[in-house]
C-alpha cells in the first residue's frame, strides 16, 4: 500500500470512530431526516379536506335538497346551512366560512326550464386564492356530480353525444403527497449532506484539531476525501432511511429500480457534502456554518428547486439562479423514480448536471484549503 492510500486509510478509520464517539452526527443524520419526514408526510399538502363553506337554501324543493345533501355528505366539505344570504356574508367576513354556494328560488325551475344565467351561485373568499379555487373548483366538481347521477337516476344517461373522459398519468389519484415527499427528499437531503460536513468540520477548526491534521504529512486531496467518504456513508444510510419510510410507511408508489436510486443519489450526497466541506473550510465556526447551511442551501432549495413552485411559471433571472441548484435536478430526479420510473434520458441529465456542480465546490474547497494555520 502507498504512502498516499495508507495515509488516506488512517483518515477514514480516524473519522468513522470519530463519528461513533460523537452523538451531534447521528442525531443529523438520523434524528433530524426522521423529524423532516414527519413534518412533510403529515404536515405539507395540497390537498384540502373538510372546507368550511356556506349553504342558502332560497329553494326549499325535492331538487334543492338533493344538491344541498350531495355538498353536506361529501368529505371535502363542512357545511353550514342558511336560508339568508346576510348571515353567511358576515361569517365569512369573519373567516368562519371560506366559500358561500347559493341555491337560488328559480334552482327547481332551472332544471326544467333553462332560461336564467345559472342554477346556483358560487362565492369565494379571495383573501387566500388558493382556497378560493378549491371552493371553485370543488362545487363545481361537486355540482357536475350531481348532474350526472341525477340523469341516471332519471335514465338519461348516455344522452349527449360528447362525453368529456379525462385520465391523469403518473398520479391517478391526483395525491399531493405523491409528489411532495419525493421531492422533500432533495430538500432533506440537502441540509443532512451540507451540515454533516459543515458542522463537524467547522468543530475541528475551532477545536484547534484540525491543524493538528495540518501538521502531518497527509495532502490536501487525502484530506479532503478522507473527511469525505465516511460521511457519504453515513448520508446514504440517511438517504436510504427516507426513502423506506416515503415507500413503506407513507405508501408513496416507487417506479424505478433501487439501482438508479442508489446512482442518482451518491451523485447528490456528493455535491452536497462538497458544499458542506467548502462552507466549513471558508467560515471555520459552527454557528456560521449553520447559518450558511440554512442560508445557501436550505432555504434556496425549498423556494427554487421546484419542490413546491413550478420553477417554469418563475422570471427567468430567478430560473437561471435555481440552475445552479443541485437540490433542482435532485428533485427532478426523484420524482421521475418516484411517479414514472428509470427515464434513463432525464436522470443522466440530472446526475451530469448535479457533478458539474459538485465538481465546482471539491475544486474551490481544493484551492481554499491550504496547509497554514493563518
Known sequence: MSGSARRLKALIIKESFQIVRDPSSILIAVILPLILMFIYGYGVSLDIDHLNIGLVMEDTRTDAQSFAESLTNSPYFNVKIAHNRKELYTEMA???VRGIVIVPFYFSEFLHNNNRIAPIQILADGSEPNTASFVRNYVQGAWNKWLEQRRINDGQRGISLVQLQSRVWYNEEVRSRDFLLPGSLGIIMSLIGILLTALVVAREWERGTMEALMATPIRIIE???????????????????CAAITIFFYEVPFRGSFFALLVVSSAFLFAALGMGLFISTVSKNQFVASQAAVT???????????????????????????????????VSAMKTLFLVGDV????????????IIAAFFYILTSFKTVKRLD
Not at 432525464?346 to 448535479?354: K, M, N, P
Open 223 to 241: 484530506l479532503v476525501f478522507g473527511k469525505l467518504i465516511p460521511y457519504f456513508f453515513l448520508g446514504m444510510m440517511s438517504m436510504l432511511l
Open 94 to 96: 369573519k373567516g368562519h
Open 344 to 355: 434513463w434520458s432525464i436522470l443522466l441529465y440530472d446526475i451530469g448536471c448535479i457533478l
Open 296 to 330: 445557501a442551501a436550505f432555504l434556496p432549495g425549498l423556494m427554487l428547486s421546484g419542490f413546491i413552485f413550478e420553477i417554469s411559471s418563475m422570471p427567468k433571472i430567478i430560473q437561471w439562479i435555481s440552475s445552479t441548484l443541485a437540490a433542482r435536478y435532485f
